[in-house]
């Protein structure tokens, strides 16, 4: 069975600084690019930042370039984003996704190209 598992999440203050953790299990396969992406009320679902299998393909969004940072450590099976500079602006529900791809190969990172989901973790910037 398919499982993601977020964690990290917390309340901090404007300028701090949170690790968000993915834990992944259950994959048939270990080639699988991983997404982050937030939700804040009332807001749609945007993508923030994306790996590729390997690791050796990066994307992030305009609004967190700079200040965020995924990574992957494979031998754990686990997925981070080092969050720093944060903003109210960052408040959201953060999920992480993942999808079987073939080789160290990065999906967009767009909700359509992930299949499994994580229950997602708070993230809230505030003084």
């Known amino acids: 069975q398919l499982q993601l598992v977020e964690s990290g999440g917390g309340l901090v203050q404007p300028g701090g600084s949170l690790r968000l953790s993915c834990a992944a299990s259950?994959?048939?396969?270990?080639?699988?690019?991983i997404g982050w992406f937030r939700q804040a009320p009332g807001q749609e679902r945007e993508g923030v930042s994306c790996?590729?299998?390997?690791?050796?393909?990066?994307s992030y969004a305009d609004s967190v370039k700079d200040r965020f940072t995924i990574s992957r450590d494979n031998s754990k099976n686990t997925v981070y984003l080092q969050m720093n500079s944060l903003k109210p602006e960052d408040t959201a529900v953060y999920y992480c996704?993942?999808?079987?791809?073939?080789?160290?190969?990065?999906?967009?990172?767009?909700?359509?190209?992930?299949?499994?989901w994580g229950q997602g973790t708070q993230v809230t910037v505030s003084s």
């Open positions: 996704a993942a999808s079987i791809v073939l080789g160290d190969a990065i999906l967009p990172c767009s909700r359509r190209h992930f299949a499994s």
């Open positions: 259950g994959f048939t396969s270990d080639h699988y690019a």
């Open positions: 790996i590729s299998s390997g690791g050796s393909s990066t």
